[in-house]
């Protein structure tokens, strides 16, 4: 299991496939997060970044995962299936390291506002759980558009495309458990530390179901194709 996460991850380093994610999350940095918290109440401002960048992740996260996943031809792909029974997990996990690297680099600015500025450490480690499973969102996510579940690669980038506006727009509707509650979070960071705290066992509840019940899928789904594609 080690040794194949291994092997998937050095593949997608080796393949480069990994700058697209890595130039966007810096400029995500420098143009978004780049600008020092300042006015009457930096605490709040700095806390409000927190949940601006958990909400990054999760399309970074799946936009790496798709790539991660994706990078293996297909004849060695569907090998690794025949020789490794849990070869489907070994791939979800790689993609999890990769896409917590990214989320890691583009965390650090928000993090070191905070810190610098005062943001109590409740409210930080908060923050750290959120983005944690923000990250753990956008992997599942992005792990049901490669190319082992939608073969065409402008159909699978489509419906990458399609499945993160509809988790956005679903939750301003009566389907918001289907939604990734990107909007409860944004709205109660911005509230400041308190209301982020405050908001933070609801919508990790809901995140962590959407999360377990979106990689039982992918696993169910990847384990009942028995063609190559």
Known sequence: MIALIRFQIDGYLRSMRFLPSLITTLLLVLLVFGQWPSGPDPVKLATGTYGDAAAFMVPLSAWTTRSLLDTQPTVQRWLTMLAVPRSAVAGLLAALVASGAVSLLL????????????????????????????????????????????????????????????????????????????????????????????????VMLHLGLWCAVVVSGYLVALHRRNIPT
Not at 139 to 167: E, Q
Not at 178 to 200: C, F, N, Q, T, V
Request: charged share 5%; net charge positive; hydrophobic share 60%.
């Open 107 to 202: 965390f650090a600015a928000p993090l070191l506002q905070a810190l610098t500025v005062g943001v109590p450490l409740e409210t930080t480690v908060a923050a750290v759980f959120l983005a944690a499973l923000a990250c753990v969102a956008g992997t599942a996510l992005g792990a049901w558009t490669s190319r082992a579940i939608i073969p065409g690669a402008g159909t699978s980038l489509l419906a990458l495309l399609c499945a993160l506006t509809a988790t956005l727009l679903l939750g301003l509707g009566r389907l918001n458990f289907l939604a990734i509650p990107y909007l409860d979070w944004i709205k109660a960071a911005h509230d400041g530390p308190s209301a982020l705290r405050a908001s933070l066992p609801g």
